[in-house]
């Protein structure tokens, strides 16, 4: 770390499955000042972990023990040491020099920072129609269910402080990881800011992700959640994005 901006230690946690032609470029977009990077490794059939150690030697590699997108977050979470944990993609999609934008928001008063591409100032290269819309009417129901006003629930780039990661209480393998957090951390009364993030088009492979089967997983998850959590008020701002 060098010229650290912030007086809290930050660790970034990247899933990671066969995404060695994508490394590279993601690793140059984090922050010289990030105290700690967790790669959790999807038990990888290509160079992953090598690329990964040779780009970052001082990175921490977690081999994922199940399968699936909430699995992998939830043992790199698990395995973070900063006060400040990060999540990012590792296709590409998301710009590690945001991570400017969200740890400001915490350090500025939020307890979760979420990412969104439908705030003013985000945007997508990435997003299809089909998952525009039901992105769209999954978020309108969760805003009707639980009360919040988010602008992009199924959207994988959010930051929070550590000390909040039993409240989250992640318990999925899959997608819907981003929808439990963004629920959880409503239902526990978490000081939630949006920031605008904006979401570039994966930049090598194909992504795991399907629209039908992932969508319906979300909305099962969103209906569970109703039924066995009681709602806290819900405190949400946004912040305008800026780089560093």
């Known amino acids: 770390m060098n010229s650290a901006p912030f007086a809290f230690s930050v660790s970034v946690v990247v899933p990671a499955m066969n995404e060695a032609e994508n490394l590279p470029h993601v690793f140059a977009t984090l922050p010289s000042w990030i105290d700690e ?15 990964a150690k040779s780009l ?3 990175l921490r590699v977690v081999r994922q023990t199940r399968k699936g997108k909430g699995n992998a977050l939830t043992e ?16 590409g999609s998301t710009d590690g020099r945001e991570i400017h934008s969200f740890v400001t928001a915490l350090v500025e008063g939020a307890d979760f920072a979420k990412g969104s591409r ?6 997508s290269d990435d997003i299809s129609p089909i998952r525009s819309l039901g992105n769209t ?3 309108r129901i969760t805003n009707w269910l639980y009360g919040t006003s988010y602008t992009d629930l199924c959207y994988g780039y959010n930051a929070f402080w550590a000390r909040h990661l039993d409240a989250l209480d992640l318990d999925c ?11 959880r951390a409503a239902q526990a009364g978490l000081v939630i800011h949006e920031v605008p993030s904006h979401e570039r088009s994966r930049i090598h492979g194909a992504s795991n992700l ?3 089967r992932d969508g319906l997983r979300v909305l099962r998850t969103i ?7 009681v709602t806290a008020p819900v405190r949400l701002h946004q912040e305008h994005a800026t780089a560093a």
């Not at 990077?37 to 690329?51: C, E, Q, Y």
């Not at 979470?77 to 296709?91: L, N, P, R, S, W």
């Not at 569970?224 to 959590?229: A, L």
């Open 56 to 58: 970052r030697p001082d």
């Open 173 to 183: 393998d899959g997608f819907e990881i981003e929808t439990l957090m963004n629920i």
């Open 223 to 229: 209906l569970r959640e109703r039924d066995g959590h």
């Open 210 to 212: 399907h629209a039908v």
């Open 76 to 91: 790199g979470f698990a395995a973070a040491t900063g006060d400040i944990i990060v999540m990012i993609d590792a296709d």
């Open 37 to 51: 990077v967790i790669l959790v490794d999807g038990n990888s059939v290509d160079d992953t972990v090598a690329v």
């Open 118 to 123: 439908c705030a003013p100032g985000g945007g």
């Open 137 to 139: 009417v999954l978020t």
